[in-house]
């Protein structure tokens, strides 16, 4: 069978330029797709916003019901192939309804969860005879799953669990014994993805496992910062049998299910953060279009506007990032199963291929919302410091998104790790390609830049971020080769480098084709080149604070010379007034009383 080539492998934006055409952006929803995404939004209006304080106080059932009534309409399984009572809608559909529902605060992670990592390791990884069993029902909320992998000595370094498996003198049961911890929906899932090392196993191995089977013990939930509505519990397993054909996939095989797993999670949440920005960005606008100071509405001032104009910036880079790497995903299934691959399998394959970006992902759309939160709050004054205003749940509920799929500390370090050995293995050209700017330093140094257009500019610009990156990557691999791990500190640097690199690109993408295909009016596009232009000043900034760290770090005693003028110029940006570009983006925001872009 004749293999079809991907548009871009995963990491290879660093060395490869991406056609406009190439990539989707969010106002290329089909009409379908758009009326999935009405009916979460309606869902939210009607049955979560209504109840989110019986929600957060967790009445009994009340959570349990609002997830059943979403499997009702079909939102449970919009990731189930149809054949298991779902919808079997495309990976770009799913971030979609988890971008919508993603402003739904505590629902939200129990629908992620419950969709996510507690049914498509099923979903992926399941045999026949589980599928049938339980996916049905996973559909409908009939059942609700959870994920039960961390343990208290075991949280980054997953596999460390104790949870143990040994195997009954029949055969026919698996004993299970251990403790879990930090377990979203498991204070009411019916199913729990279970990992446990099977006897004397160095690797895990994955279980399903049912609430009501004898020796699961559920302690109460847990007091939380925030998401204090979603069921959060530690969960013990004395002398639990699991029938031996709960087992998921092959023994040993569970840890790269959670690995698997979560790199699906890390791109999810990228979604559903861009539903609670957009949500906090409209609270924040709502408020300001309301409260008066010293005679006039707080929208008026330069400083209310300054910080709405940045939530805008944010909200808008993460949508373009996140729908940009969701499209390639989609792309990667569509060609493994083409190529005859099973669907889960697939499926897998297609996340992993792009598991530098999911990991980007994750970090740059949390950060982002943190900020977008805490200005809201701001934005509110002591209004926004009490619990009566919606700015309290939403800045609560935030910052576990820095925490969960992974902590942004290790995806940072996955990420550039990720880069660094596929581009040691020649899976991408990364080291040949830096190579070449290197050897051609002293001629981009002395050329002066000329402008030649506005996209074919900050095409320009975008490519000399990489090339920042390249340069450090080929520095980073000189000075320490395979021990680059080691240093954290330079990884961390690195990783936001190519992270701030690829969101650029992203933004300048998606306004490109915006302009190219007329799907804004010509008043529109100026406020979205205006998103560009102030993104692609903080990226330049970021990359060169980050680019003298990992130099200096780098090259403490011997610090190149050329290198450093290196990453002077490639993050000089031509002047603009950029009070005024972020002013216009806050004016149109105040004017429409929500975020509207």
């Not at 869902?43 to 059932?61: A, H, Q, S, W, Y």
């Amino acid at each position: 069978m004749e293999k079809k080539e991907l548009n871009i492998q995963g990491g290879e934006f660093l060395v490869k330029e991406t056609d406009a055409e190439e990539i989707f952006i969010p106002e290329e929803f089909d009409e379908e797709q758009q009326m999935i995404g009405e009916t979460c939004q309606d869902f939210l209006e009607t049955e979560v916003f209504p109840n989110l304080d019986r929600i957060d106080n967790k009445e009994e059932g009340v959570m349990e019901s609002v997830l059943k009534n979403a499997g009702e309409l079909g939102l449970l399984g919009i990731s189930i192939p149809e054949e298991y009572e779902g919808f079997g809608q495309s990976f770009l559909t799913s971030m979609l309804a988890a971008e919508v529902l993603g402003a739904g605060y505590s629902f939200s992670v129990a629908y992620s969860a419950h969709t996510g990592i507690g049914t498509l390791p099923i979903v992926y990884y399941g045999n026949e005879e589980q599928k049938q069993k339980y996916l049905p029902k996973l559909a409908t909320g009939e059942y609700t799953a959870a994920f039960a992998l961390t343990e208290p000595g075991a949280g980054s370094d997953a596999n460390a669990g104790k949870t143990k498996a040994v195997p009954s003198e029949d055969g026919k049961h698996y004993i299970l014994n251990g403790q879990k911890m930090w377990i979203t929906n498991g204070g009411f899932a019916d199913i729990q993805v279970v990992f446990a090392k099977v006897e004397n196993d160095r690797i895990l191995s994955a279980f399903i496992v049912e609430k009501d089977t004898e020796g699961v013990v559920i302690n109460p939930e847990e007091p939380k910062m925030g998401i204090k509505g979603s069921s959060t519990v530690q969960i013990f397993y004395n002398d639990v049998k699991v029938p031996a054909e709960n087992m998921l996939g092959k023994r040993g095989e569970g840890f790269r299910i959670a690995l698997n797993i979560l790199h699906m999670g890390r791109i999810k949440l990228g979604g559903n953060v861009i539903g609670a920005a957009k949500l906090a960005v409209s609270n924040s606008v709502n408020y300001a279009n309301e409260r008066k100071q010293f005679g006039k509405l707080i929208s008026e001032f330069g400083t209310i506007k300054h910080k709405l104009g940045e939530q805008a910036v944010k909200t808008f880079a993460t949508e373009s990032a996140v729908y940009r790497i969701s499209k390639n995903i989609d792309e990667a299934i569509e060609k493994y199963t083409a190529e005859g691959a099973e669907y889960g399998k697939a499926s897998m394959d297609g996340f992993i291929q792009y598991e530098a970006e999911d990991a980007m992902m994750k970090v740059f759309s949390s950060e982002s919302l943190d900020y977008i939160v805490d200005e809201s709050v701001q934005i509110m004054g002591g209004m926004g410091f009490s619990s009566e205003m919606p700015a309290d749940r939403a800045y609560r509920d935030s910052r576990i998104n820095r925490i969960f799929e992974g902590t942004n500390e290790i995806n940072r370090l996955w990420n550039t790790d990720t880069i660094f050995k596929r581009g040691r293995k020649g899976k991408i050209d990364v080291f040949g390609k830096a190579e070449e700017v290197i050897n051609d330093l002293d001629n981009l140094l002395g050329q002066e830049f000329q402008s030649k257009g506005y996209f074919e500019d900050k095409a320009f610009f975008v490519q000399n971020f990489k090339k920042v990156a390249l340069i450090l990557l080929q520095a980073a691999k000189d000075k320490f080769d395979r021990k680059l791990g080691m240093e954290q500190e330079i990884s961390c640097f690195l990783s936001d480098i190519i992270t701030h690199a690829y969101v650029a690109e992203s933004v300048m993408l998606r306004v490109k084709k915006l302009e190219s295909n007329g799907l804004k009016q010509d008043d529109m596009l100026k406020l979205y080149k205006d998103m560009l232009d102030v993104y692609m000043h903080e990226a330049s900034s970021v990359i060169q604070k980050n680019a003298l760290d990992a130099l200096y770090s780098i090259e403490e005693e011997n610090l190149s010379d050329k290198y450093k003028k290196a990453i002077m110029k490639f993050t000089d940006l031509p002047a603009f007034n950029i009070k005024e570009a972020r002013r216009r983006i806050a004016d149109k925001i105040i004017e429409e009383n929500k975020y509207c872009f």
